[in-house]
T-cell receptor
Framework: GAVVSQHPSRVICKSGTSVKIECRSLDFQATTMFWYRQFPKQSLMLMATSNEGSKATYEQGVEKDKFLINHASLTLSTLTVTSAHPEDSSFYIC??????????FGPGTRLTVT | GQQVMQIPQYQHVQEGEDFTTYCNSS?????IQWYKQRPGGHPVFLIQLVKSGEVKKQKRLTFQFGEAKKNSSLHITATQTTDVGTYFC?????????????FGTGTRLTIIP
């Protein structure tokens, strides 16, 4: 089946620094990639949708200047959390969709901001 | 905006008992997808339902899509310890294009051996 990887799996950073998370589709071309945020024991909240070569579409309430998304190729999307604060600590999950309508999820990145 | 609710939020069952989770959308959906997330893991796609009233089975799992395409259910027969996890439904609003999913609140299933 389709495989999506995320890097890093865990990251601890200091408040005020920026963190980049990579999402790659390993064996298929992802026309669309999605970024989600999940708090403990809660559901997935869509942050943004990105298409290769175009600007990401952010969900209401998500600051686009804080969560920078770049979808440079059909197999790579990156999420950069800028000027991170402790409240940004969360589980960030990406997913990728090829030509089917369902999404393949990456293993997630646990971000802790101290 | 669109909301997708699931009940129950938690379910503890004895191994071998059946389990059902219900999913309700505030708006009509074009399709409903189900995902399973194991503790500490990421969501894994289970199935997609598209047609009104559709029923699909995967071994001990039975999925239904309501006639009005606003609700769905997942039923597991004779649960096993491997069924532990959180089950999410996710509603889609179109059959093509840049469709985004709205995930339900999830039902966390625990099994008592």
């Amino acid at each position: 089946g389709a495989v999506v990887s995320q890097h890093p799996s865990r990251v601890i950073c200091k408040s005020g620094t920026s963190v980049k998370i990579e999402c790659r589709s390993l064996d298929f071309q992802a026309t669309t990639m999605f970024w989600y945020r999940q708090f403990p024991k809660q559901s997935l909240m869509l942050m943004a949708t990105s298409n290769e070569g175009s600007k990401a579409t952010y969900e209401q309430g998500v600051e686009k200047d804080k969560f920078l998304i770049n979808h440079a190729s059909l197999t790579l999307s990156t999420l950069t959390v800028t000027s991170a604060h402790p409240e940004d600590s969360s589980f960030y999950i990406c997913s990728a969709r090829g030509y089917s309508s369902h999404q393949y999820f990456g293993p997630g990145t646990r971000l802790t901001v101290t | 905006g669109q909301q997708v609710m699931q009940i129950p939020q938690y379910q503890h069952v004895q191994e071998g008992e059946d389990f059902t989770t219900y999913c309700n959308s505030s708006t009509t959906l074009s399709n409903i997808q189900w995902y399973k997330q194991r503790p500490g893991g990421h969501p894994v796609f289970l199935i997609q339902l598209v047609k009104s009233g559709e029923v699909k089975k995967q071994k001990r799992l039975t999925f239904q899509f309501g006639e009005a395409k606003k609700n769905s259910s997942l039923h597991i027969t004779a649960t096993q310890t491997t069924d532990v996890g959180t089950y999410f439904c996710a509603g889609g609003k179109s059959n093509f294009g840049n469709e985004k999913l709205t995930f339900g609140t999830g039902t966390r299933l625990t099994i008592i051996p």
